[in-house]
């Protein structure tokens, strides 16, 4: 059976100052990672991997979804593993094609870890590559059966509960086929890792949720104080994860 750890759940929320940019990253039978996180996850990350007793030398293969700084920035912690990249985001950012959230210095990154471009339909770290474009042009999911239910790496194409129930996605591309990927998804997978929200399922066409999502927010008022918020959720209607599935508890502590 093969094991599926969700090393960080994604954060479906935004700020007044910006974009939170918490992003989901998957580990797949302990040698395979989609996604990674962004820097300021890494401790996070670290943390996760060390849970589940993994390091990330020994990680094998890294499989991104689309190369924005929340899914991309933490692929130099894998230094033994194959960065794997759709054909055509690879050339996206090698041509300076930029929107806001791609690193500037994604190309050269991508290059010195000896990245390897893929096609939709191939075989990438032991999940199948499928088009989900609509976040950005070349954006990709991958797919994993087991038994009589689909595994569905999303990434920002279904980035949330929400999106899939309103199919009101935020996008930096084109609408219309972020829509289009949406319902494509629905269709064809069970249980969702989301690029921005804990796992759910898909059943006729609804997200189901496994778990709550918790965020903390502390804000330093003065020398000598600070205001913290924990934030949840708090979804009436949980169902609970496959039991080839489990989520890291880490959780980063306020000092």
């Known amino acids: 059976m093969t094991r599926i750890d969700v090393l960080l759940q994604g954060i479906p929320g935004r700020s007044s100052q910006g974009y939170l940019g918490q992003a989901s990253a998957a580990l797949v039978d302990e040698s395979t990672v ?3 996180g962004s820097l300021a996850r890494r401790p996070l990350l670290t943390d996760a991997l060390d849970e589940v007793g993994v390091d990330p030398n020994d990680v094998e293969d890294v499989l991104l979804t689309h190369v924005h700084f929340d899914h991309c920035d933490n692929v130099d912690l894998f230094e033994n593993a194959t960065v794997h990249v759709y054909e055509e985001e690879l050339a996206r950012v090698r041509n300076g094609e930029y929107d806001w959230a791609t690193p500037r210095n994604a190309a050269a990154m991508l290059d010195s870890l ?12 032991g999940l199948e590559a499928f088009p989900t474009p609509g976040h950005t042009e070349h954006h990709v999911g991958f797919l994993l059966s087991q038994g009589d239910r689909t595994y569905g790496f999303t990434g920002d194409a279904v980035k949330n509960t929400r999106e899939v129930a309103t199919e009101n996605p935020m996008v930096l591309h084109d609408k219309r086929e972020a829509i289009e990927t949406i ?5 064809r997978v069970d249980l969702v890792i989301p690029g921005h929200d804990s796992p759910f399922y898909i059943e006729d066409g609804a997200p189901v949720p496994t778990v709550d999502v918790d965020f903390g927010v502390n804000l330093q008022t003065s020398p000598e104080a600070a205001v913290t918020a924990d934030l949840s959720t708090s979804r009436s209607t949980l169902r609970e994860l496959p039991e080839d599935v489990s989520l890291a508890s880490s959780r980063q502590a306020f000092h």
Request: no cysteine.
């Open 34 to 36: 989609v996604d990674v």
């Open 183 to 187: 319902r494509d998804v629905k269709s």
């Open 114 to 125: 000896g990245v390897e471009p893929f096609a939709l339909g191939d075989t990438v770290g």
